[in-house]
Structures are given as structure tokens and as C-alpha cells.
């Protein structure tokens, strides 16, 4: 199977170097965007095949980010929350984030939820063709 390609929105430098440095000791492939008007551009011209979504971005907030992208795709989202607050991942899953991870997390879990994501979303795909 073809790596996937792995969007990872966050406006927090450090955090995103944490991810990235994770995803390329991984051997994934992964695009950046710092805020959230960038990430709705890049989800369109890149077709990433899976999203990580900081919810605290400087312009839009992020559970405004799946909102857009849920009008015209269903691209995997894991959200990542610094927040603990309930509330706002209930919303965010409301509004169509598949997973949610609250920061800070290790990498390993990242990588294992990335793989589940696209594992029951493979099988999803091979159900409706059967
Ligand atoms: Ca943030």
C-alpha cells in the first residue's frame, strides 16, 4: 500500500515539528499549513488522504475548518485539542471530525490512531464494493 499523505494543521511551531518529526521517522508523507484558511486551500489542491487538525488556529477556528470541508469532502479528520473541555470535541465530532487526540499526546499514539483511521476507512471502501 502507498503511504498516505498526511495534512497537518498547526499554528503552534513547536507542536508541528513534533508531529512531522514523528510522521518522517515514520517514512510518511505529510504537507503543512499554519492557519486555518491555509488548510482548507491545501485540503482542496492536495487531496490529502488523512487531516490532523489543531481546533485553536489563529484565523479560523478549526471545528469552522471541517465545517467548510464537510460541505464537499469526507476526508479523514483526527482533531488535536489542547483543550479538555468536552464541549468543543463534541463539536468538533459533530461537525464530522472522525477522532480526536487532547494534547499533548506521544507519538506513537498519533501514528496508531493514523492507522486506524485509514485501516476502517480501507475497509469501509472494500465493504461497498462487495
Ligand atoms: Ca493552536
Known sequence: MNKPTILVVEDDSSVRSLITTTLKAHGDKFLTAANGEMAVMMASSHNPDIMLLD????????????????????????????????????????????????????G???LSRIDNLLRSRTLLRLSLIH
Open 55 to 106: 481546533l485553536g488556529l489563529p484565523d479560523i477556528d478549526g471545528v469552522e475548518v471541517i465545517r467548510r470541508i464537510r460541505e464537499w469532502s469526507n476526508l479523514p479528520i483526527i482533531v488535536l485539542s489542547a483543550r479538555s473541555e468536552d464541549s468543543d470535541k463534541i463539536e468538533a465530532l459533530d461537525q464530522g471530525a472522525d477522532d480526536y487526540l487532547t494534547k499533548p499526546f506521544s
Open 108 to 110: 506513537q499514539v498519533l
